[in-house]
Each structure stands twice: as structure tokens, then as C-alpha cells.
């Protein structure tokens, strides 16, 4: 295949092949004035700009400056370039009409006219965790930090209103940001400033919301952050003899899912991972990886940006959903235990014809314990809708519902009288209280989960499903390659476009690798490794 040799400095971009020129807005013209660019080639420009993580300014100046980049955005050698707003006003652009993704579905589908890509393949999923844009505060820096945002705010849209009721000493008070001063080390100072800052932010909030006060105030984004924030926070008692703040204590706080962790990012969620806690988001890449039959490079096929609370299993239906609307749905798609259900092993191979690899996790604890009763020495009698344990007694309760990611489940419980004098009591419970319990899927899922269990415990099914790892290469090149570990905007659809732009560079660096025939770097391995300690 040819291409056109330019030398992409520290990046290794050596070739630029004629779909990229084409894709980026034609071939460099040789007179005429210079235009205003096209959507094209600022689409191009933020691709490279995250190929070789770049900031704004860095990336335009790249594009006054630089030949290899003039060269692949098909501009004139004298071409001025433009500002780097730009480029923000292009991504804003982007988001208000809903068109973030068609960065990255252009580049597939002239990849798919090539060749390189197509359906019906084999594909791999995971996930990684990114942080969020802002400092991580402790709750008493948040609350002081959402205060003075929702000052600061109102100082630049209203000021006269502002000023006309603000108290003396706030201005000092929350002049600067909280971070710039050091807190009370004192527990009663700290109790103290908690409580003043909790009734200030009442006293702003009673203003804001009176009937005197502009009724678009309340539209302002800080002003509405604040009183969700104080909601979330604080309970207050209003009493004859004044008002009562306290904390919410941590099984009266809202669920993660909606807690605001930030006032600069609404958007960012706090969750937990393996022990590890963190606030922001969570990305998830799809990429082919059927290079062994057909020696086409590994190239992201789909990115999905969510919360940090969204669990994996809820994103595959859209993952499927998107792949299928670009004609590029797998034949097989290898995902880790996190995303596979009994429900995705049961309706896709039906009704989208993907065969989904992964493995399915245990029951329950007992199962990996060298001895005990796990779930399979018990026999399920469906139609009677009761279990019959080891020693042949038989369960009292079956109770259909959702488990606690609402999904469909059933669960099975023995009397607490039929276990309490049972010799292998020991064996199949641990509770003192209760009988043993059971929670299966309903009968169909039941088998899947069974039978995907039975599977994944041969050899080949092992084989096929080490390939899965190769995406844990993929995510490393993004994080390292173009910094994709900490976003660089505010907000989840900011966030989720710079991730279509990462996968979209991530793409371009592969394909330069690929054509210029650079192998794929070998798996490390320490020294000590290494050894043949059999020797």
C-alpha cells in the first residue's frame, strides 16, 4: 500500500496514507488566499492534538508551525493556522448538535472500505477508571469550596443584588479559595467553622430563593449545585430557639450514584474499585483482535464514557447497539467477569448472533472453598419451586424478585428449624440464626450460567479467552500515549468526547505502526522471572 512520507516528530507518525489526507479535508492546494478551516480538518487537529497529547495552544501552534501536520491537514505551507478557541469552540460545537462520535465512525467506515475493519469478527471489551479535572477535597473543603463558587458566580451575574444583603466578613471568608488556607487542626475549630459555613450557606440560599430576589438567579448552575450540595450534606432542625445543622450521617447520605463530589464538575461520581476509591468517570474500549487470522492491526471500534458509578454490565447493550449501526458488530466478543450476566449469555448469541466470552463467577463463597455444599449439591425442583439440600430435607420459602442490580432473581431459603440440628450444618452455613439460602436465576438463565460454568474450565475455552488480555495494552497506550487517566475538561460529555479523541489518535498511531511495519512490543519479563529455576 503506498503513502506519503512526513515526519511526525516524537510521535514516530512517519507515513501519512491518502485516507487520512482525504478524510482531513483533500490534498494540500498550492495557491489560492487562505480559508477558514474546515470542520475536517479541526476534527483532524484534535485527533493529532491527543496522538501526541497536546494542549490547545500547543496544538494550534503545531498547526501554524509544523509541515508534517500541514501536510496531513491539506494546508498550504504559508497557512497562518488559527487560534487555539477554535478548537474549544469546535468540540462545543460537537456536543450541542450531538455529533461527538462522528470523529471516530469516519475514520471506521474508511477503514471498513479498506478492509482493515469489519463485522462479524472478534472484538474485546474492558474498562478503566478516570479522574476527574479537579482537586479532591475532604467534605469540610467541599461545602467551604461550593459556597464561595456559588459566591463568585453571583458576584459576576447579579453584583448590585449581592452586595445589597451580603454580610460583613464573607468577603474574607470566602474571598479565596478554600484551599489557599490552612484549616482549624483544633476538632472544636473544625466543628465550628463546619457549622458557620453550613448556616451561611442557608442564609445565601433564603436569599436566592426569596420572592424579592431575581427569579433567574435560581437558573444560575452554582446557585442550583449549592442546594443540592447542602440537601445532600446537611440536615436542619428549625426550632422556637433557632435553627439546628448537622452532618448526615454516612447511612443517611444519598447513594453515589447521585452525590455531587465537586462543584466544578457536577457530572463526577465517587466510587469504589478493589479496594481503591476514586471521583470521575470510567471509560470503556472496544477494539478488533483478530489479527492472527487476518493480520490487520488492532483498532478501537467504540468508546463509551459513563459516570464512575455505572456498573459494566449496563454499557454492553449499547456497546452492541452502536457496533451494529456501523456494521460492526463481532461474530465474538471477550469481555472479564465484571460484564458478563446470565441474561447477555442467554439474548446474545439470540438476538444479535454475538457470542459472548467470558467467565462467569462463582455462586457463592462455598463454591471456592475446598470443601462445603455450594449450589450445585443442591437439586432444583422448579415446578415445585423448592430445593432439596444434600441430606434430602427440602426448602420452606421460594420468593421471586430482583437481586441488587435489579435483575431478575429467585431466592431459596431452608427453615432455620431444618438446619439447626443438621450434622453438616458446618458445611453448608456459616448464620447461627438462619437456615441455609439459595439465590438462583430463573430457570433458563440458570442453565446458561451452568453450562457457562461447565465451559470455561476447558482448555480451549482458556485459550481463546487469553486473547481477552490484549485490551489491558490498549488501555496503557491511551493512558500513557495520550494521558487518558485524568480528563482534561469538566463535565461527562466533555469528557466522553476527549475519549472518542483518544481512541480516535490511539487508532492513527496504530495504523502509522502498522503500515510502516514497526512489530508489536514484546511482553516484559523481569530477570527473575525469567529463570529456569528448574535447572
Not at 74 to 92: I, N, Y
Not at 283 to 293: L, Q
Request: aromatic share 8%; glycine share 8%; proline share 5%.
Amino acid at each position: 500500500m503506498t503513502s506519503g512520507m512526513v515526519n511526525f516528530s516524537s510521535r514516530g507518525l512517519a507515513t501519512t496514507p491518502p485516507w487520512a489526507r482525504e478524510q482531513a479535508g483533500g490534498e494540500r492546494s498550492v495557491c489560492g488566499p487562505p480559508q477558514k478551516p474546515r470542520n475536517t480538518q479541526k476534527a483532524g487537529a484534535g485527533a493529532l492534538q491527543f496522538a501526541e497529547n497536546l494542549t490547545d495552544r500547543q496544538a494550534a501552534h503545531a498547526v501554524r508551525a509544523r509541515i508534517d501536520w500541514k501536510y496531513l491537514l491539506g494546508l498550504e505551507l504559508a497557512d497562518p493556522g488559527f487560534d487555539f478557541t477554535v478548537l474549544t469552540g469546535f468540540r462545543d460545537r460537537l456536543l450541542a448538535h450531538g455529533l461527538e462520535e462522528k470523529i471516530l465512525d469516519s475514520l471506521l467506515k474508511r477503514l471498513n472500505e479498506l478492509g482493515l475493519v469489519s463485522g462479524r469478527g472478534r472484538q474485546r471489551t474492558d474498562s478503566t477508571h478516570v479522574l476527574t479535572a479537579v482537586r479532591d477535597l475532604n467534605r469540610l473543603e467541599f461545602v467551604g469550596e461550593t459556597l464561595r463558587a456559588a459566591l463568585e458566580a453571583v458576584a459576576v451575574t447579579a453584583p448590585q443584588w449581592l452586595t445589597s444583603w451580603i454580610p460583613r466578613g464573607w468577603q474574607e471568608r470566602y474571598g479565596a479559595r478554600v484551599d489557599s488556607y490552612r484549616l482549624p487542626s483544633d476538632e472544636n475549630e473544625r466543628t465550628q467553622l463546619t457549622w458557620r459555613v453550613a448556616a451561611d450557606g442557608y442564609q445565601f440560599l433564603e436569599a436566592a430563593f426569596a420572592t424579592s430576589a431575581p427569579a433567574w438567579l435560581r437558573q444560575v448552575p452554582a446557585v442550583g449545585i449549592l442546594r443540592t450540595v447542602w440537601l445532600q450534606q446537611f440536615q436542619r432542625t428549625i426550632t422556637d430557639a433557632g435553627q439546628e445543622v448537622a452532618w448526615r450521617g454516612k447511612d443517611n447520605l444519598p447513594p453515589s450514584r447521585a452525590r455531587i463530589t465537586s462543584p466544578y464538575d457536577p457530572d463526577a461520581r465517587n466510587s469504589v474499585k478493589r479496594g481503591s476509591a476514586w471521583d470521575g468517570y470510567k471509560v470503556h474500549f472496544t477494539e478488533t483482535c483478530d489479527a492472527r487470522e487476518t493480520s490487520r492491526p488492532h483498532l478501537i471500534t467504540h468508546v463509551v464514557t459513563t459516570d464512575a458509578t455505572v456498573g459494566d454490565p449496563v454499557v454492553v447493550d449499547e456497546i452492541h447497539d452502536r457496533l451494529d449501526a456501523k456494521g460492526l458488530l463481532p461474530g465474538e466478543h471477550l469481555m472479564d467477569a465484571g460484564y458478563i450476566s446470565a441474561e447477555l449469555l442467554l439474548t446474545a448469541p439470540s438476538q444479535r448472533g454475538v457470542r459472548v466470552i467470558g467467565p462467569v463467577r462463582p455462586m457463592t463463597r462455598r463454591t471456592v472453598q475446598a470443601s462445603g455444599y455450594d449450589k450445585a449439591s443442591f437439586t432444583i425442583d422448579w415446578d415445585a419451586h423448592r430445593a432439596i439440600c444434600p441430606d434430602g430435607s427440602h426448602s420452606r420459602y421460594w420468593t421471586e424478585g430482583l437481586d441488587n442490580n435489579q435483575r431478575p432473581a429467585i431466592r431459596i431459603r431452608f427453615a432455620t428449624e431444618t438446619c439447626a440440628p443438621c450434622p453438616s450444618r458446618g458445611q453448608c452455613t456459616n448464620s447461627t440464626r438462619y437456615g441455609r439460602q439459595l439465590t438462583v436465576r430463573p430457570q433458563d438463565q440458570d442453565a446458561v450460567l451452568e453450562h457457562a460454568r461447565a465451559e470455561q474450565s476447558t482448555e480451549e475455552w482458556k485459550a481463546v479467552y487469553a486473547i481477552r488480555s490484549g485490551i489491558e495494552g490498549t488501555i496503557h497506550q491511551a493512558v500513557t500515549a495520550t494521558g487518558a487517566r485524568r480528563t482534561r475538561y469538566a463535565g461527562l460529555g466533555k469528557t466522553a468526547l476527549a475519549h472518542i479523541l483518544t481512541a480516535t489518535a490511539v487508532n492513527l498511531l496504530r495504523l502509522d505502526a502498522w503500515w510502516t511495519g514497526q512489530p508489536l512490543a514484546p511482553t516484559r519479563t523481569s530477570h527473575l522471572a525469567a529463570l529456569d529455576l528448574a535447572a
